[in-house]
């Protein structure tokens, strides 16, 4: 089937450092979701993407829909212990199909 | 919050025996959605409805059915359980935002097959 791939996988990082995720497609998408998933709970939707190029922030955290529409970012500036989970990117192939998401980028922050 | 429960929340089952997991939702969604997550392969699409008794099946749906007799309640079940179902399962909703939709949550049902 259609996949996402992200990378990396897992990062361990410092407290305050600044991270970087990436998500690609070989397919085209018009919408790019991120969702962090704490230890025990269901993945929570943190930032959307609607349009190419676009740049959204929420908090700390920011995403980017790349102009190819085949790719998107996540950067976390200045981490904290809290920012630990997994990092899922998401997104549906038309309108009202299933979302498809990555394996995953799993985070751990070293106070 | 997009009011969804899931119960049970842990189950632990025998090989072969039947299971039926429940999903609720509080704010009348049309779309809703069963998938389950293991290590190394994500989350991962079982079934999922568009309205009450439509569904349709996702990429791994063998050994899963579903039933939607209305639109509150999805539920999953798995006729004769195997080892290999042993996972998380979550269900999740959609509401549409700008022509495409945005997935919500439930807090997951750990089911481990013995």
């Known amino acids: 089937g259609q996949q996402l791939n992200q990378s990396p996988q897992s990062m361990f990082i410092q407290e305050g450092e600044d991270v970087s995720m990436n998500c690609t497609s070989s397919?085209?998408?018009?919408?790019w979701l991120w969702y962090k998933q704490d230890p025990g709970e269901g993945p929570v939707l943190l930032i959307a993407l609607y349009k190419a190029g676009e740049l959204t922030s929420n908090g700390r955290l920011t995403a980017q829909f790349g102009i190819t529409r085949k790719d998107s970012f996540l950067n976390i500036s200045a981490s904290i212990p809290s920012d630990v989970g997994i990092y899922f990117c998401a997104g549906p192939f038309s309108g009202n199909t299933p979302l498809v998401f990555g394996k995953g980028t799993r985070l751990s922050v070293i106070a | 919050d997009a009011g969804i429960t899931q119960s049970p929340r842990h189950k632990v089952t025998e090989t072969g025996t039947p299971v039926t997991l429940r999903c609720h939702q509080t704010e009348n969604h049309r779309y809703m959605y069963w998938y389950r997550q293991d290590p190394g392969h994500g989350l991962r699409l079982i079934h999922y409805s568009y309205g009450v008794k439509d569904t349709d099946k996702g990429e791994v749906s063998d050994g899963y059915s579903v039933s939607r007799s209305k639109t509150e309640d999805f539920l999953l079940t798995l006729e004769s359980a195997t080892s290999s179902q042993t996972s998380v399962y979550f269900c999740?909703?959609?509401?549409?935002?700008?022509?495409?939709?945005?997935?919500?949550f439930g807090p997951g049902t750990r089911l481990t097959v013995l």
């Open positions: 999740a909703i959609s509401r549409q935002v700008k022509g495409y939709n945005e997935q919500f």
């Open positions: 397919s085209i998408f018009n919408t």
